[in-house]
């Protein structure tokens, strides 16, 4: 079994880049994975590891063998290795590479009454990953990210979605890619927006549906709203007039899976 024990090491100076730029995971069409339940979930959702990296006091090779099954390399590092590419403070002492996923609408597996949740434009890594547990707690069919600002490989989405980055199906295009594909699969679609709303509750959830939220600060653009079977609202009854938009998802795919009877 290779060992590695310097943080000078040309393979792992290319993991530091896979973390640090949305380039060298682009181009490499690779990404790091930290964590046991996170690497876990990546296996159950179809991800291929490629590569494992461990520190021998916290995690043993026999562990890792049964958890991967396909075959991939391991690497045993040091502490100041694991140190130099962990994202995390919490030690759990393995890494793994993993080969990203095609997120293209063509290859979505959709059921006949599918749940949807689009997101336009969400740019924190942390709404993104909040989001992607509320989709992954609902059970949804998929999530559609239109003009992504954020690579969904981005170690902060990982992390802040604990691993529901892997359960979930996800696709991204523009704005009018998914309004086409949404119309010709006669799903609906329900716009959160302040302009021209009705109550979200009032609404028929039962049917093939999307939900679309957008960014707090902009909102959906003005496609989504002129687009949209309805624009839909939570009616606030305080001082603002918005939420946090993995909130507000979290409402209203709630809503719809309170329809359909959970």
């Given at each position: 079994m290779k060992q590695i024990t310097s943080i000078q090491n040309p393979f792992i100076?290319?993991?530091?880049?896979?973390?640090?730029?949305?380039?060298?995971?682009?181009?490499?069409?690779?990404?790091?994975?930290?964590?046991?339940?996170?690497?876990s979930l990546a296996i159950k959702g179809g991800y291929e590891i490629?590569?494992?990296l461990f520190l021998p006091e916290l995690v043993s090779e026999s562990e890792i063998n049964k958890m991967i099954q396909n075959p991939f390399q391991i690497i045993e590092i040091n502490k100041e290795v694991y140190q130099k590419l962990a994202y995390r403070d919490t030690t759990?002492?393995?890494?793994?590479?993993?080969k990203s996923k095609s997120l293209k609408l063509s290859d979505l597996k959709l059921s006949d009454n599918p749940l949807i949740l689009v997101v336009e434009s969400l740019e924190k890594p942390g709404n993104i990953g909040a989001v992607l547990r509320t989709a992954d707690a609902a059970n949804l069919d998929a999530v559609l990210i239109?003009?992504?600002?954020?690579?969904?490989?981005?170690?902060?989405?990982v992390r802040s979605s604990v691993g529901c980055l892997f359960t979930n199906q996800i696709a991204t295009g523009t704005s009018e890619e998914i309004i086409a594909f949404l119309k010709e699969k006669n799903i609906n679609f329900y716009s959160a927006t302040l302009q021209n709303s009705t109550s979200y509750h009032t609404q028929n959830f039962i049917t093939p549906t999307a939900l679309v939220v957008g960014t707090e600060a902009t909102g959906l653009t003005q496609q989504w709203r002129d687009e949209a079977t309805?624009?839909?609202?939570?009616?606030?009854?305080?001082?603002?007039?918005?939420?946090?938009?993995?909130?507000?998802?979290?409402?209203?795919?709630?809503?719809?899976?309170?329809?359909?009877?959970?």
């Open positions: 100076k290319s993991l530091v880049l896979l973390q640090e730029k949305s380039k060298a995971r682009k181009q490499t069409r690779t990404f790091l994975i930290e964590g046991l339940r996170e690497i490629e590569t494992v759990e002492g393995i890494l793994a590479v993993a239109a003009n992504p600002k954020s690579d969904l490989y981005n170690p902060n989405i309805q624009n839909i609202i939570i009616p606030m009854q305080g001082e603002i007039d918005s939420m946090n938009v993995s909130v507000a998802a979290a409402i209203l795919i709630f809503e719809a899976k309170r329809q359909r009877g959970f």
